[in-house]
């Protein structure tokens, strides 16, 4: 569906089904450079089986209008904007890399608005090489390249696909490389509060892993789950990429959690 | 690498889309030679209706051997997704349908396959699906040709048999301006010697029988979604970023993005027409791919031995290959295939029509058959066969002389494959002594 938000239209995917409000609603926040389709084997589980969901395109990412914004504290803003958009009080929050952390930032802003806190494949800080942000200013599709050479699991590297036939790769490729992924990294780069953010929060929270995460390391990763006091999942064999690579464990530990508060839906 | 891996060719060929690890750790890809998938649940086999998550259903639909043979084309490709088919015309004929609707037009190259020619000349047309054909590196004429209602851009990077090589990307670049597709059949190349994606194809199909499967044991075709056409942009096609009835109102471009089409393709034709290649053919096919590098060098190299030899002989009237300097499309073909423009060679012999029919009775190790790309060398008379149902001027237009000969260079030793057409020309000559 679209949203005006700030003035500009904004896509948000809803799962294949019309967006209500009055449901428990689940707002997924992509990654740097990327965009709702990274959810594409989650949302639809959730929108069919009892709640509202949300996955917007943050502004100037593939669907949406509007201009990038360039910190992720901004970006946490525009999602409490968002929301409210909506017309969501509150919702469980579902962040992978740099979404986990404008997840942080919509908690520590407008604490009201989220319920749970998910992230996966996340750290409280995701430190980027300014070799990287240089390369992706210069071009989005070659920085996209290494990104996805890093990002991607031994699995996906051999080809493997969660849906049969699809390369991920090369869809990540295409996505990447026309969305604003220099302003994206750079945010990333400066955003260093994560894991003091985080010991600040008082909210349900869950955090999911990579065994083969090579952006946001399984120590790091552990370090927030401290801060966040969030019990962990580790799942081996995979990389940064988990919502593609391996969505159905991801979706089975979305359902797990996001359920243990909503016991009258599951 | 390609778009799709970071691996190089031969290694996707051998490895991608498939790790050891079922319970048995099988090393070659398995046969899942079954028609259906046991769903654990209620709520699991719903949710794999509804593309909440990916996984199999029906073989018709998808298959896990398949699927292996699917993603490892797709890598080698660059492209974002393939669905396999059953054979190379079945993958044609649903890349149209998915892309067409009766009202449609499409443009195509005049140098194609004789039987996708009366695929889009007649069958098509039964259809409402009209089709221009035009030469297709005239860039005027493929401008010109463009109307409001046209889906795409069709051609084959050589020709069948004219060997006439599409200048993919000054194409690509008019169908991009225009908002349509350009949909490559690259049978003829394999993505050994050309990834068609990296040049401005929107869309492969390859007739996987051919060089890709390369031992001539099973039929098969492809399609390729190369990820990089806006179906949104393009403002022409509603079927993918419109609401999709029978599928709870999708959109497929909203949902999918750069995989839409092959979404589309998996959701709605191969449920619909269900032209699915079989586990059987998929294995047999992947143990042709695993090799394919190795082959292709052989293949061009084998084709550039006899196209030297062929020159020499005072039997042969011309020869026709496209790294041929004497080839219209020869700079092209430099520029699309450095490792050599395939293993087609053309040639006519003295004594016409004639001398070419004595020429294929008399080879021995060649086989007179209709198909090219097996391992073996091949010989076929293209005028009385594969393009017979073309109309003289359309044989023409074609590329197609009365005298023709088609060769599909194969991997034997080139001495041997030399000994048998000198066999052949000799026959040739005597027939043409007696004329």
């Known amino acids: 569906m679209e949203l005006r938000v700030r003035g500009d239209n904004t896509y948000a995917a809803t799962g294949g ?35 509202s969901v949300l996955a917007p395109d943050l502004p100037g990412h593939s669907l949406s209008d509007g201009k990038p914004l360039e910190s992720i504290e901004e970006m946490g803003l525009w999602l409490a904007d968002f929301l409210d958009a909506a017309g969501v009080e509150s919702a469980h929050v579902v962040g992978h890399s740099q979404g986990f952390l404008c997840a942080l930032e919509l908690a520590r802003q407008a604490a009201k608005k989220v319920k749970t806190l998910i992230g996966i494949g996340t750290a409280g800080a995701i430190p980027v090489n300014p070799a990287l942000i240089e390369a992706a200013r210069e071009s989005a599709g070659k920085a996209a390249e290494m990104l996805l050479q890093w990002g991607f699991g031994n699995r996906s590297h051999l080809g493997m696909s969660a849906v049969p036939g699809m390369q991920p ?37 869950h955090l999911i892993f990579a065994g083969q995460d090579r952006l946001t390391p399984l120590k790091a990763g552990k370090v927030l789950a401290e801060k966040l006091k969030s019990q962990y999942t580790v799942i081996e064999d995979y990389g940064h990429m988990l919502p593609i690579e391996a969505p159905r464990r991801c979706l089975h530990q979305l359902r797990e959690t996001i359920a243990a508060f909503n016991p009258e839906i599951s | 690498m390609s778009r799709s891996s970071f691996l190089k060719p031969d290694t996707i060929a051998l490895h991608s889309g498939y790790v050891p690890e079922s319970d048995h750790g099988s090393r070659a890809v398995p046969i899942y030679q079954t028609t259906s998938y046991v769903f654990e649940s209620v709520s699991a086999g719903s949710s794999l209706f509804n593309v909440e998550q990916g996984g199999h259903i029906y073989s018709r639909i998808t298959n896990p051997t398949v699927a292996v043979l699917e993603q490892r084309i797709a890598a ?66 493929l401008r010109d040709a463009i109307q409001p209602n046209t889906k795409l851009i069709f051609c084959e990077s050589i020709g069948n048999p004219g060997l006439e090589v599409a200048d993919i990307p000054q194409i690509g670049k008019i169908a991009s301006e225009s908002g349509i597709p350009l949909v490559v059949d690259a049978t003829f190349a394999t993505p050994s010697l050309c990834c068609t994606i990296d040049h401005g194809a929107n869309i492969v199909v390859h007739s996987i029988t051919k060089w890709i499967g390369g031992h001539g044991l099973a039929v098969g075709g492809v399609i390729v979604d190369g990820g990089n056409f806006d179906w949104q942009a393009s403002g022409r096609f509603a079927e993918l970023t419109e609401p999709y009835a029978p599928f709870h109102g999708i959109k497929f471009w909203e949902e999918f993005g750069p995989s839409a089409l092959a979404m589309k393709i998996r959701a709605e034709s191969m449920r619909d027409i269900g032209a699915a290649l079989s586990p059987h053919s998929a294995f047999l096919i992947i143990q042709g791919i695993e090799t394919l590098g190795m082959r292709m060098k052989k293949h061009v190299e084998n084709a550039k031995d006899l196209v030297e030899w062929l020159q020499s002989q005072e039997e042969v009237s011309w020869v026709n290959h496209p790294d041929m300097d004497s080839n219209p499309s020869h700079a092209i073909a430099q520029k699309l295939f450095p490792k050599g423009a395939g293993s087609i060679v053309c040639f006519g012999v003295v004594g016409g029509r004639a001398g070419g029919a004595a020429f294929i009775d008399s080879v021995q190790l060649a086989s007179n058959l209709a198909n090219v790309g097996d391992s073996r060398t091949l010989v076929l008379h293209p005028g009385t066969t594969t393009h017979s149902r073309l109309s003289p001027q359309d044989m023409i237009a074609a590329g197609i002389s009365e005298d023709l000969i088609r060769v599909s260079a194969g991997i034997e030793d080139i001495v041997d494959i030399k000994d048998d057409f000198a066999r052949g020309l000799r026959a040739a000559k005597r027939v043409a002594g007696d004329q």
Not at chain 2, 93 to 122: E, M, N, P, V
């Open chain 1, 17 to 51: 089904k019309d967006f209500d409000n009055s449901l428990e609603t689940v707002l997924f926040i992509h990654g740097s450079g990327l965009d709702h389709r990274s959810w594409a084997l989650q949302t639809r589980w959730f929108a069919y089986n009892g709640y």
């Open chain 1, 169 to 205: 790769i090369a869809i990540g490729r295409q996505i990447m490389s026309k969305n604003p992924l220099a302003i994206d990294l750079q945010a990333c780069a400066n955003y260093l509060n994560g894991d003091e953010v985080a010991s600040t929060l008082d909210v349900p929270s």
């Open chain 2, 76 to 141: 080698l490709e660059g492209g974002t997704g393939a669905i396999c088919t059953a054979s190379g015309m079945s993958a044609l004929f649903t890349t149209f349908i998915t892309l067409c609707s009766s009202g449609d037009h499409i443009i195509s190259a005049t140098q194609i396959y004789g039987s996708t020619a009366t695929l889009l000349r007649h069958t098509m047309k039964r259809l409402g699906i009209d089709c221009s054909f035009v030469p297709i590196n005239d860039e005027a004429a």
